[in-house]
C-alpha cells in the first residue's frame, strides 16, 4: 500500500513543477511584452519630441538650417531603434511610413525648400504613438 500512496504523490508533484514552469514561462512572456511596448512608448516620446524640434527648425530655418538636419537624424536615429526591438507588423508599418515623411521633407529641404511640408511627419509620428501605446 505504501508503493501506491507515493505515486499519486509524486505525479501531484511533478504536475505542480510543470505548471509552475509554465506559469513562470507565461509571466516571463508577458513581462518581455510590456518591455517591449515600454520601449515603444518611450522612443516615440522622443521621437515626438524631435518632431517639436523638427517643427522648430523650420520656423528657424532661415537663421539655421541645420537644425531641420539634425531634428530629421534624430528621427531616423530613434525609428531604426524602435524598428530593431519589435516584430510587430502595426509598429514597423508605422515605423515605415514616418521615415517615408522623414525622407521626403529632406528631400525638400535638399532641393532648396525652406519651408517644407511636415504635416506628414507629424500625422506619422501621430500614428506610431498610437500604436506603441499599449
Same mark, same amino acid.
Given at each position: ?7 499519486? %504523490? ?14 513562470t ?9 510590456? /518591455?517591449? !511596448? ?5 522612443? @516615440?516620446?522622443?521621437i ?6 523638427l ?5 528657424? @530655418? ?5 537644425? !531641420?538636419?539634425? !531634428?530629421?537624424?534624430? &528621427? ?5 531603434? &524602435? ?22 521633407? %529632406?528631400?525638400?529641404? /535638399? ?24
Open positions: 500500500m505504501a508503493a501506491s500512496r507515493r505515486r499519486p %504523490r509524486r505525479i501531484t508533484a511533478v504536475a505542480a513543477a510543470v505548471a509552475a514552469v509554465a506559469l514561462a507565461g509571466l516571463t512572456t508577458g513581462c518581455d511584452a510590456v /518591455n517591449k !511596448a515600454l520601449d515603444c512608448v518611450q522612443t @516615440a516620446d522622443t515626438a519630441d524631435s518632431v517639436t524640434d517643427q522648430q527648425a523650420v520656423e528657424n @530655418a532661415a537663421n539655421d538650417p541645420t537644425q !531641420a538636419d539634425e !531634428a530629421l537624424d534624430s &528621427i531616423d536615429k530613434n525609428l531604426d531603434t &524602435i524598428g530593431d526591438k519589435t516584430d510587430d507588423t502595426d509598429i514597423n508599418k508605422a515605423v515605415d511610413d514616418l521615415q517615408a515623411a522623414v525622407g521626403n521633407v %529632406r528631400d525638400s529641404i /535638399n532641393n532648396g525648400d525652406s519651408t517644407p511640408d511636415i504635416s506628414p511627419v507629424t500625422d506619422a509620428a501621430g500614428e506610431l504613438t498610437k500604436v506603441c501605446t499599449p
